[in-house]
């Protein structure tokens, strides 16, 4: 049998790229060679291609998924089938998704927050909004360039939200860090200090859109199940959860107990494993 040499096409070194982007496709060549370096990573030799399980959002449209089954058919990899990522989550967090009751999930990511009430293996409600972690990012930069007069670096905003960020810097209020910039008036290096309160303030924005549509969920769950979720509370995943103070701005603005699953940020990829491992669930599941 002849062999077929297959090529994906890296943009140049100097040119960073966001492959997929709040779980869409934002630059093809890029997410097939991410997805063939994740392949290879994880051993793939077999002959026959890998079939993959995409989590996704519910209300991607079918124009996105194909992008995404384009991207895993071109890194040499067979599409299984996409699945609502709050099931994932809830799996993947330990609920009892199964069963008949209801429970609540907040999956706070990256570049998307998704609130769902999930029940007997399915989602019942669902609420998304196209913020997470990095507009936090985004927020604390801007704030520092309008209030200190520096220009700091995505990445530096992004460490400045992980040591010292806070909803409650009265609890957290030693919390401080120094961070260098290019000052906006000279272009000269400048270092300023930052503290758990001067992040508090600059994420208000984003913070009120994602606690909008946590209270905005509650409001359209049905009452059979919303007496569920008074009983079990509400169960925090994704990377961003960690934001200190973020269950206790939950917990008064719903008035619900608030855990943080283990790992937050692998719930939904230890639910797709779990997911795997039932295909008839999965089977009913595929979007």
Known sequence: MAEVETKV?????????????SGL????????ALLRATLDAAGHV??????LLVCTHP????KARRAIEQAIDDAGAALHGFAP??????????????DPVGSLIIDVGAA???????????VVVSRTEPVGGRDLDTAIADWISKRRGVVVTARAAETLKIRVGSLAPEVHFDLRMRVRGRAVRDDHEREVEVTASDIADAIQAPMATIRQVITETLRVTPPELCADVVDRGVLLCGGSSHLRGLDAQIRADTGL?????????????????T?????????????
Do not use: C, I, W
């Not at 096409?9 to 492959?19: F, I």
């Not at 990522?85 to 199964?98: E, K, Q, T």
């Open 25 to 32: 496709v934002q630059h093809a060549q890029g997410a097939s």
């Open 46 to 51: 077999s002959l026959r291609k890998s079939r």
């Open 257 to 273: 107990p608030v855990l943080q699953a283990s790992e937050p940020e692998r719930a939904v990829a230890r639910g797709a494993a």
């Open 112 to 122: 998307r927050t998704q609130v769902a009430v999930v029940s007997l293996g399915g």
């Open 59 to 62: 209300d991607n449209d079918p």
């Open 9 to 21: 096409l890296l943009p140049p070194k100097d040119e960073k790229v966001t492959p997929f982007h």
């Open 85 to 98: 990522s709050p099931v994932a989550a809830a799996f993947g967090a330990g609920l009892p998704v199964r």
């Open 275 to 287: 997911l795997l491992e039932d295909p008839e669930l999965t089977q009913r599941l595929l979007l």
